[in-house]
């Protein structure tokens, strides 16, 4: 498909902490027109709001800069669209701003798109919680954020004032990438057919190393090569919303039906309804066909509908997470690790009056990934005992790991390296507003 009407975009990142040479590699050797990256999560945004409203931090990602600092170099003819910008794309867009000064890229121009925060646009009262029968006021004041997933349409105003780097909160992933398709091709966004390709090439780019192998390596039966070098996929998309996908040559990773399958399927409850803010897509009749080496084609989404309602994923305070752990070794390390764990629940219902349905425990070497094995005739020779428990009062959290700690005298003999952590928690809920009760605005920085 190297035609010259094809629009060449990579995934230079598939979440926050992702690796930041596979981006590099691919603004140097992809000669793309667009490179994504995608590094927002939903709790991701929920931290970044708590720590923008503690002054504990900026509210966006600051692996950004450091991402940007390689590529920006390089991207002269490419765009950069980011959601890094999290819960302060505004402080995001001028620090990149900066950043260009310090490279000598003084004609960069960098765009903000806000208008994703809506927690004070919700009635709490008719804002029913997703998989329940409660509400937002259910939660009261437990509630620290609320972002709306925005669609391609909040970026196009970026993209129109021919903004270089883009920089978004709370997006739906696959918008980043159906975006710049929407503005290089002129596509009508009444078009749904179109949306619907657009956002699979989004969807099945968005995650980076998933689509060349990263998480289809099962190193069983799932071979993959060059994993420590992974590189991360490219589409050439054409005007009519096919795509093929492949990544630059001499990277690991693979490229092929299977992995693309993979991808195609992540995350998704109905294949004939994956619902994204631009568009509702069908993948029910996607065709993927391998074209040569590393090479795939694909095509055949299709639009179902044009959601009038859009997901907004609202961080809430979930109390405080407490994990002790103590670890035994040698005969009978399971039975002492079962012996301190008994102590620890006759002490957390005895001494402390707390439940000791709110413990767990977890026995790192025998069971913590659950039982898919069972020890026969042999034990473990060595057991982590991982205790954990959850609360919204910190006195309590706090007391199961002082409790372990005080195992090393008190419990059962051979216990070891102790580590103990008390920390609060962020937990994500999900709502609905109407589409029309939201007004993403564009800040375009020179």
Same mark, same amino acid.
């Given at each position: 498909?190297?035609?010259?009407?094809?629009?060449?975009?990579? #995934?230079?990142? !598939?979440?926050?902490?992702? =690796?930041?040479?596979?981006?590099?590699?691919?603004? +140097?050797?992809?000669?793309?027109?667009?490179?994504?990256?995608?590094?927002? #999560?939903?709790?991701?945004?929920?931290?970044?709001?708590?720590?923008?409203?503690?002054?504990?931090?900026?509210?966006? &990602? +600051?692996?950004?800069?450091?991402?940007? +600092?390689?590529?920006?170099?390089?991207?002269?003819?490419?765009?950069?669209?980011?959601?890094?910008?999290?819960?302060?794309?505004?402080?995001?867009?001028?620090?990149?701003?900066?950043?260009?000064?310090?490279?000598?890229?003084?004609?960069?121009?960098?765009?903000?798109?806000?208008?994703? /925060?809506?927690?004070?646009?919700?009635?709490?009262? /008719?804002?029913?919680?997703?998989?329940?029968?409660?509400?937002? *006021?259910?939660?009261? /004041?437990?509630?620290?954020?609320?972002?709306?997933?925005?669609?391609?349409?909040?970026?196009?105003?970026?993209?129109?004032?021919?903004?270089?780097?883009?920089?978004?909160?709370?997006?739906?992933?696959?918008?980043?990438?159906?975006?710049?398709?929407?503005?290089?091709?002129?596509?009508?966004?009444?078009?749904?057919?179109?949306?619907?390709?657009?956002?699979?090439?989004?969807?099945?780019?968005?995650?980076?190393?998933?689509?060349?192998? @990263?998480?289809?390596?099962? @190193?069983?039966?799932?071979?993959?090569?060059?994993?420590?070098?992974?590189?991360?996929?490219?589409?050439?998309?054409?005007?009519?919303?096919?795509?093929?996908? %492949?990544?630059? /040559?001499?990277?690991?990773?693979?490229?092929?039906?299977?992995?693309?399958?993979?991808?195609?399927?992540?995350?998704?409850?109905?294949?004939?309804?994956?619902?994204?803010? &631009? $568009?509702?897509?069908?993948? %029910?009749?996607?065709?993927?066909?391998?074209?040569?080496?590393?090479?795939?084609?694909?095509?055949?989404?299709?639009? #179902?509908?044009?959601?009038?309602?859009?997901?907004?994923?609202?961080?809430?305070?979930?109390?405080?997470?407490?994990?002790?752990?103590?670890?035994?070794? !040698?005969? !009978?390390?399971?039975? =002492?690790?079962?012996?301190?764990?008994?102590?620890?629940?006759?002490?957390?219902?005895?001494?402390?009056?707390?439940?000791?349905?709110?413990? =767990?425990? &977890?026995?790192?070497?025998?069971?913590?990934?659950?039982?898919?094995?069972?020890?026969?005739?042999?034990?473990?020779?060595?057991?982590?005992?991982?205790?954990?428990?959850? %609360?919204?009062?910190?006195?309590?959290? %706090?007391?199961? *790991?002082?409790? $372990?700690?005080?195992?090393?005298?008190? @419990?059962?003999?051979?216990?070891? @390296?102790?580590?103990?952590?008390?920390?609060?928690?962020?937990?994500?809920?999900?709502?609905?507003?109407? =589409?029309?009760?939201?007004?993403?605005?564009?800040?375009?920085?020179?």
């Amino acid at each position: 498909m190297n035609t010259p009407d094809v629009f060449r975009i990579g #995934a230079g990142s !598939g979440f926050a902490g992702d =690796r930041y040479e596979p981006a590099q590699i691919l603004a +140097r050797h992809g000669n793309l027109q667009a490179l994504v990256f995608e590094c927002l #999560a939903e709790r991701t945004i929920a931290l970044a709001q708590q720590e923008r409203h503690l002054k504990a931090g900026d509210g966006y &990602d +600051r692996r950004l800069l450091r991402r940007l +600092r390689s590529t920006l170099p390089l991207a002269a003819g490419m765009r950069i669209l980011t959601n890094a910008g999290a819960a302060n794309p505004v402080a995001a867009a001028l620090a990149v701003r900066s950043l260009a000064k310090e490279l000598n890229l003084p004609s960069l121009r960098v765009a903000a798109v806000s208008g994703d /925060d809506v927690l004070s646009l919700l009635n709490f009262s /008719d804002s029913r919680i997703l998989g329940t029968e409660e509400t937002l *006021a259910d939660i009261g /004041d437990r509630v620290i954020s609320a972002n709306a997933y925005l669609g391609a349409d909040a970026i196009m105003g970026a993209l129109t004032a021919e903004a270089d780097v883009v920089i978004t909160g709370r997006v739906g992933d696959a918008a980043l990438f159906l975006a710049p398709l929407i503005h290089h091709f002129g596509w009508d966004q009444a078009d749904l057919e179109l949306m619907a390709k657009g956002t699979l090439v989004g969807h099945l780019l968005e995650c980076a190393g998933q689509l060349t192998g @990263g998480y289809f390596a099962d @190193g069983r039966t799932k071979e993959v090569e060059g994993l420590a070098s992974l590189g991360f996929p490219l589409a050439e998309v054409s005007p009519a919303g096919a795509a093929e996908y %492949s990544k630059i /040559d001499g990277t690991g990773g693979l490229i092929d039906r299977r992995t693309v399958l993979e991808q195609l399927l992540y995350e998704i409850d109905s294949p004939a309804a994956y619902i994204t803010p &631009d $568009v509702t897509v069908d993948l %029910s009749a996607v065709n993927i066909t391998e074209t040569g080496p590393n090479r795939v084609h694909v095509d055949g989404a299709r639009a #179902a509908d044009r959601p009038d309602q859009l997901k907004v994923s609202v961080g809430v305070r979930d109390g405080y997470l407490s994990v002790g752990e103590i670890i035994y070794s !040698g005969p !009978g390390a399971l039975k =002492r690790a079962d012996m301190a764990a008994r102590i620890i629940t006759e002490r957390w219902k005895e001494v402390y009056g707390y439940s000791p349905a709110d413990l =767990r425990a &977890d026995y790192v070497g025998y069971n913590s990934t659950r039982s898919w094995w069972t020890p026969t005739d042999c034990e473990p020779p060595e057991v982590r005992l991982r205790m954990s428990a959850t %609360s919204l009062d910190q006195q309590q959290a %706090s007391a199961l *790991a002082e409790e $372990v700690e005080a195992l090393y005298t008190n @419990g059962p003999a051979g216990g070891g @390296g102790v580590t103990a952590s008390v920390k609060q928690t962020i937990g994500v809920v999900s709502t609905m507003i109407p =589409r029309e009760h939201v007004s993403p605005t564009v800040e375009v920085f020179e």
